[in-house]
């Protein structure tokens, strides 16, 4: 099981955590084309610990992105894992096979070793062509950090689940799945716009494939995101008692930009017809602040609401919000 930090532990090392981790938002960026926007999502959202749906076309560089960030953490061996999902894809392949031994002593136990519940760092491409039993088993995963062995409830160290799809189905039985994933951002193709940049990148890139060279390698380390983020709980946790790091969203989410948030949250629910849940509001404060705290230092200003961007749940809403979102930060 992962250590759990204090606040004090981390207090001292919070400038340098925030530098390297931000190291890896600036440096990532360059291998690829017109992808900024969703590096810096990929950073923000695995410092929140919240999952993160990447959309597009094959070709448009979302497996890329994931594997050369898991890198660019220092994640290795059994600490990173992906898989391409199927409607035929059955748990054993995501959380182990049946251990066959000790299912003849009664026992229902799963060699979870290389699997998901091993992770720290978990990929899943086409997501949302999961069966009912991947879909269950991922929706437990996902909400609680867990899995079941011989019937008891397993706690898992994962930090960050990306998931990536060529298209979002609207079927009702995927609606939990999708609703997990607050933040959607589409990898688009870059070769009408970009061109020139896209053969000079990606040549490069293919270079140091084929010399087996990661200049993206080690930026920082997975652990960097895990002390950064004790310390904002800590910040979120802590009670109105005067102490540093106190708890007053007033401090830390100034009037004016929190009324504007609640102000783009119903506009885009009246006038675009876009679901915001309960669960998701939460999810995008906590996700806005995460943004703050590790962009500028803490404070929300006008410009974090920018991840509002990203709320949309349809294909074909995710320019209109995007759109929408900007006209109303530069009121």
């Not at 059955?90 to 026992?107: A, C, M, T, V």
């Not at 943004?291 to 294909?315: C, M, N, P, Q, S």
């Amino acid at each position: 099981m992962r250590h759990t930090y204090t606040f004090e532990e981390v207090k001292s090392e919070v400038e340098t955590l925030r530098k390297r981790i931000n190291q890896v938002r600036h440096h990532l960026a360059q291998y690829f084309v017109n992808k900024d926007d969703l590096v810096d999502l990929m950073v923000i959202c695995t410092l929140a610990q919240e999952p993160l749906l990447l959309v597009g076309k094959p070709g448009t560089a979302k497996s890329d992105l994931i594997v050369k960030f898991a890198q660019a953490i220092g994640l290795e061996g059994e600490e990173y894992f992906e898989y391409m999902l199927t409607k035929f894809t059955e748990p054993s392949e995501i959380i182990g096979p049946i251990d066959i031994n000790q299912l003849k002593e009664g026992r229902y136990l799963r060699r979870a070793a290389g699997k998901l519940p091993q992770c720290r760092v978990a990929f899943l491409d086409e997501i949302f062509k999961s069966n009912s039993a991947i879909l269950n088993t991922l929706l437990t995963i996902i909400n609680e950090r867990k899995y079941y062995q011989d019937g008891k409830p397993i706690s898992i160290d994962l930090a960050m689940l990306f998931g990536a799809t060529n298209e979002i189905p609207e079927f009702s039985e995927l609606g939990a799945l999708r609703d997990r994933f607050t933040l959607k951002i589409e990898s688009e193709s870059v070769r009408e716009t970009h061109f020139d940049e896209l053969l000079e990148k990606g040549l490069r890139n293919e270079t140091y494939k084929a010399f087996q060279q990661r200049p993206w390698e080690n930026l920082c380390n997975l652990e960097d995101f895990l002390k950064l983020k004790a310390y904002l709980d800590h910040i979120m946790a802590r009670s109105g008692d005067g102490k540093e790091g106190q708890n007053d969203r007033k401090r830390y989410f100034p009037d004016e930009v929190y009324a504007l948030f609640k102000r783009i949250i119903k506009t885009l629910e009246k006038e675009d017809r876009i679901e915001i849940s309960d669960r998701k509001i939460i999810k995008l404060y906590k996700l806005i602040r995460t943004r703050a705290f590790l962009i500028h230092g803490g404070v929300v200003t006008k410009e974090d609401l920018v991840l509002l961007r990203y709320v949309a749940d349809r294909i074909q809403d995710f320019g209109p919000v995007r759109e929408k979102v900007d006209t109303l930060l530069r009121l």
